[in-house]
């Protein structure tokens, strides 16, 4: 299986200026590379074997372009073969109905990364300290944070210069795993229904509390606004700059780290994780709530829920949201209710919820029927979890520390356990 890795470099002033000298030189490159890719007709081969033609053009550029001799070969190459990967992302947007155009020259500020393949970089300890080696350039200091397993490979390592200033390594781990077997039949299974007020409320009677980031969000007003009364292009401009930068690094940060806790208490709590597959590109074009949805980052949790449960042996179902805020879970009838309407009452059957667990339930009830058509010989029962340790709701919250948990009385936490393989169902 292959992982991503990321540390933060701690270079001196010398490197930083290496590091950016590196930098712009694979930006002109890929420039240049853009501008002789123009130049070739369609007809003269497929993607792959137009950009590899300018790829095997840079041993004679280096011959009259002195800068390109003081990076290292691999870096240069991957720099050209982002031609490629760039024109199929745009093909897959047009694919999906958008307007896309060409691709357009790479200004200093929007080129921020360069990536050493296969070799011409590793892990060293040098002066006490942990060092990335990257060759034709320096030793930079790492703070490995976490340790790489030994069995893993390096694959490749990725250099990235964040909008606030900060150097990151990001190493592709490629570790040889064997996949496990399949559970033919999950135990423990939840159906989740995110949302905004609540972020997840789950067929156990769990409810997440969404974060609060309105204090950062001031923050970053603030610094906003001093950074429009700044003149542009100034170096008080550019000071101001980087802490609207730092503002944003914040919140990003602290919404991945409460997506990260919570994908991995579903995926290492559950054997089978159903949750609604929502529209957020269309939810974000509604000329209302948008901040809120875009803040929420469902697509986000979704991706991060799904590459977890397949790292630790969980089935991850993803169930079409149409309808399942307004049919009932227990008889199917479908009731209308405006969004400020947070209870659900069946006026059929005389069903009571919240209007979340009853969607929670929906997906659950709509992914047992997909793994029901999928894998007929998979048993999935909803509503149960192992009770062999119980655990309060304040032991959970010591879990979840960024976020607030609620939980009804009457749920009962098992220990967190470790799974090996995954299977995805999409409708």
């Not at 976490?146 to 781990?173: C, H, M, S, Y």
Request: glycine share 6%; with cysteine.
């Amino acid at each position: 299986m292959y992982y991503a890795y990321k540390y933060r470099l701690n270079p001196s002033n010398v490197h930083r200026e290496e590091l950016d000298r590196h930098r712009d030189i694979c930006r002109q490159l890929y420039n240049h590379a853009l501008y002789r890719f123009n130049q070739i007709p369609e007809d003269a081969g497929t993607l792959n074997q137009r950009v590899r033609s300018i790829r095997d053009e840079i041993p004679s550029l280096k011959d009259w372009w002195d800068g390109l001799s003081d990076v290292y070969s691999t870096v240069l190459q991957t720099a050209v073969m982002r031609i490629e990967q760039n024109v199929k992302s745009l093909g897959g947007l047009k694919e999906n109905g958008y307007g896309v155009g060409q691709l357009k020259w790479k200004p200093p500020r929007e080129f921020r990364s360069f990536t050493y393949s296969q070799s011409g970089f590793k892990l060293d300890k040098k002066g006490g300290q942990t060092v990335l080696s990257l060759s034709k350039l320096a030793d930079i200091p790492l703070r490995l944070h976490r340790p790489i397993p030994d069995n893993a490979t390096l694959k490749q390592v990725t250099v990235k210069k964040e909008p606030t200033g900060e150097w990151f390594a990001t190493f592709g781990v490629e570790l040889d795993r064997e996949p496990p077997e399949l559970p033919e039949n999950p135990e423990q299974c939840v159906g989740i229904d995110v949302g905004i007020l609540t972020y997840a409320h789950d067929t156990d009677g769990t409810a997440v509390g969404s974060l609060d980031l309105s204090d950062e969000r001031e923050r970053l007003e603030r610094e906003q606004r001093k950074l429009s009364r700044k003149q542009h292009g100034s170096k008080n401009w550019e000071k101001q700059r980087r802490k609207v930068a730092e503002c944003h690094a914040d919140l990003r940060r602290k919404r991945r780290d409460f997506l990260h806790k919570l994908s991995t208490y579903y995926a290492r709590e559950y054997d089978l994780v159903a949750v609604e597959d929502l529209n957020v590109t269309g939810m974000m074009e509604s000329p209302s709530n948008s901040r809120n949805t875009a803040s929420a980052a469902w697509r986000t949790f979704l991706s991060l829920l799904e590459y977890k449960c397949e790292r630790e042996g969980a089935h991850f179902v993803a169930v079409n949201p149409r309808g399942t805020t307004k049919e009932c879970a227990s008889c199917g009838v479908s009731t209308q209710k405006p969004l400020w309407v947070r209870e659900h009452s069946c006026p059929a059957c005389g069903f009571e919820a919240d209007r979340d667990a009853n969607a929670a339930i929906g997906c659950a009830n709509l992914s047992s029927r997909i793994a029901a058509r999928t894998c007929p010989q998979v048993v999935i029962g909803f509503g149960t979890r192992r009770a062999s340790t119980s655990r309060s709701s304040a032991t959970v919250v010591g879990i979840f520390s960024t976020f607030s948990l609620m939980t009804s009385s009457t749920s009962a936490f098992s220990p967190l356990r470790t799974k090996s393989d995954a299977s995805v169902y999409r409708i």
